[in-house]
T-cell receptor, first 113, second 112 residues
């Protein structure tokens, strides 16, 4: 069973701080990694995708990937109350099941004004 | 110009009934999916279709039957509904099997 693990939180940070969200995965052959944000009662929306080792930055968001450690993280700089949501890590399986995107159980982030 | 649209948004029904959820995408994507999100917010894949062909069929009861009349549509029919089927069902699409998913707004199914 290929798994994606996240700390369920809740993670609480003050406004303006850096929020750090972590994710580990079990399928060593995975090639595609995604972070989704889901507000309560809404559908998941894509924030970041990352495919190679290292950092990828997009505005206040930075995704970090370390395939050797099977670890992917999301940093949110200058956190805003509007960032309060559940963040889902998703990993694309390798091989014949590469149409399968497996999600972690999500980390609930609360940014306090 | 909604990219992935599902109907209905809410579905309340009694145990034993049969119901369908429809999904359409206008993104020109080749791959479509059904995901189930339970009360603990865990998002789990049910089915994946690529160009109308079933690619992934997870361990889902036979009461659930997807149908893809063309690559822009993926419907989900559920027979003999049970209490445990209550959840939010999300349709999604992706350009290829490697691309990120774009989700519909979800269908909240409540079985009483």
């Amino acid at each position: 069973q290929k798994e994606v693990e996240q700390n369920s939180g809740p993670l609480s940070v003050p406004e303006g701080a850096i929020a750090s969200l972590n994710c580990t995965y079990s399928d060593r052959g995975s090639q595609s990694f995604f972070w989704y944000r889901q507000y309560s009662g809404k559908s998941p929306e894509l924030i970041m995708s990352i495919y190679s080792n290292g950092d990828k930055e997009d505005g206040r968001f930075t995704a970090q990937l370390n395939k050797a450690s099977q670890y992917v993280s999301l940093l949110i700089r200058d956190s805003q109350p509007s960032d309060s949501a559940t963040y889902l890590c998703a990993v694309r399986s390798s091989g014949g099941s590469n149409y399968k995107l497996t999600f972690g159980k999500g980390t609930l982030l609360t940014v306090n004004p | 110009d909604t990219a992935v649209s599902q109907t209905p948004k809410y579905l309340v029904t009694q145990m034993g009934n049969d119901k369908s959820i429809k999904c359409e995408q206008n993104l020109g994507h080749d791959t479509m999916y059904w995901y189930k999100q339970d009360s603990k917010k865990f998002l789990k894949i049910m089915f994946s279709y690529n160009n109308k062909e079933l690619i992934i069929n997870e361990t889902v009861p036979n009461r659930f039957s997807p149908k893809s009349p063309d690559k822009a549509h993926l419907n989900l029919h559920i027979n003999s509904l049970e209490l445990g089927d209550s959840a939010v069902y999300f349709c999604a699409s992706s350009q290829t099997g490697y691309s990120p998913l774009h989700f519909g707004n979800g269908t909240r199914l409540t079985v009483t």
